[in-house]
T-cell receptor, first 113, second 119 residues
Framework: QQPVQSPQAVILREGEDAVINCSSS?????VHWYRQKHGEAPVFLMI?????EQKGHDKISASFNEKKQQSSLYLTASQLSYSGTYFC??????????????FGKGTLLTVNP | GAGVSQSPRYKVAKRGQDVALRCDPI?????LFWYQQALGQGPEFLTY????????KSGLPSDRFFAERPEGSVSTLKIQRTQQEDSAVYLC?????????????????FGEGSRLTVL
């Protein structure tokens, strides 16, 4: 089942903060976040595993609430380079299909000067 | 090269033609994935290889789609008798790991994709 991302799009001024949400109707084992700029390859940001953890990557951090089957990506003090489409990819287990990611439709983030 | 390389970057085909899309993964990467990305959508899983073995082809839309990785490195995605609905960007990704979900280092390295337009 495809995870649902919100919002679909967000426009920020440089220095502002944003939150991107990813939710699933199925139990999740891991959540993977990627950023894709127009015409380029998706680039890995971080993985969060079952266990309710929170991770950080420079000024980008994320949380994973396995009980709610939700993950949120936090971008603080946004920079122009943060512009792009953010995708969450979810995996549902350690079993036979632990290699398969199901991606959401993406959130288009635009950071203006 | 240092990253995942895909060719051609752009392909225009007439409906009914066969196409072949090539992926050169990062050297030594065990896992190789093909994803299809329609305009304005997220990548959608097509197939998965672990070395030369195709372990999952459940995402291939029809029997017109065929993928191979005969020597466990370069992979080719072939689409026979292309249809307009096949128009999309085809992304290849590789990973040094055998799985993703339980591995904190299960990063996928994507190529820039092959954009297929079927007229």
């Amino acid at each position: 089942q495809q995870p649902v991302q919100s919002p679909q799009a967000v426009i920020l001024r440089e220095g502002e903060d944003a939150v991107i949400n990813c939710s699933s109707s199925k139990a999740l084992y891991s959540v993977h976040w990627y950023r894709q700029k127009h015409g380029e390859a998706p680039v890995f940001l971080m993985i969060l595993l079952k266990g309710g953890e929170q991770k950080g990557h420079d000024k980008i951090s994320a949380s994973f609430n396995e009980k709610k089957q939700q993950s949120s990506l936090y971008l603080t003090a946004s920079q122009l380079s943060y512009s792009g489409t953010y995708f969450c990819g979810t995996s549902q287990g350690m079993g036979g299909s632990n290699y398969k990611l199901t991606f959401g439709k993406g959130t288009l983030l635009t950071v203006n000067p | 090269g240092a990253g995942v390389s895909q060719s051609p970057r752009y392909k225009v085909a007439k409906r009914g033609q066969d196409v072949a899309l090539r992926c050169d993964p990062i050297s030594g990467h065990v896992s190789l994935f093909w994803y299809q990305q329609a305009l304005g959508q997220g990548p959608e899983f097509l197939t998965y290889f672990q070395n030369e073995a195709q372990l999952d082809k459940s995402g291939l839309p029809s029997d017109r789609f065929f993928a191979e990785r005969p020597e466990g490195s370069v992979s080719t995605l072939k689409i026979q008798r292309t249809q307009q609905e096949d128009s999309a960007v085809y992304l290849c990704a590789s990973s040094s790991r055998r799985g993703l979900a339980g591995d904190r280092t299960g990063e996928l390295f994507f190529g820039e994709g092959s954009r297929l337009t079927v007229l």
